[in-house]
């Protein structure tokens, strides 16, 4: 397993975990409407809804991984991160 560690700043500690609350809300109420019997679609669409935001959650952090990991890392001279980046976006597919 990597050993890497990622040093984030308080304010995107806080991002990260407002949108993570968010998605976690919206998984609650997802299986709050199955507990109800909830129509077949309107429970498609939330689930969509959270796929939207996972998504979006996933963005943030590749982004702001090229932005400092990535980028710190080539500073170094450590051209291993592009391996590194070309595999983490093959796991995307």
Same mark, same amino acid.
């Given at each position: 397993m990597n ?12 991002? /990260?975990s407002n ?15 199955i507990e ?7 429970? /498609?669409?939330? /689930? ?25 890392? /080539? ?19």
């Amino acid at each position: 397993m990597n050993q890497k560690e990622t040093h984030r700043s308080f304010e995107e500690k806080k991002a /990260l975990s407002n949108r993570i609350n968010r998605i976690d809300g919206q998984i609650h109420g997802i299986k709050k409407m199955i507990e109800e019997d909830k129509y077949c679609d309107d429970i /498609l669409i939330q /689930l969509q809804a959270v796929n939207k935001s996972i998504k979006s959650l996933a963005n943030l952090l590749l982004e702001n991984h090229m932005y400092n990991c990535v980028s710190e890392e /080539l500073e170094k001279g450590n051209l291993e991160i592009i391996d590194e980046v070309v595999n983490l976006f093959r796991r995307f597919q």
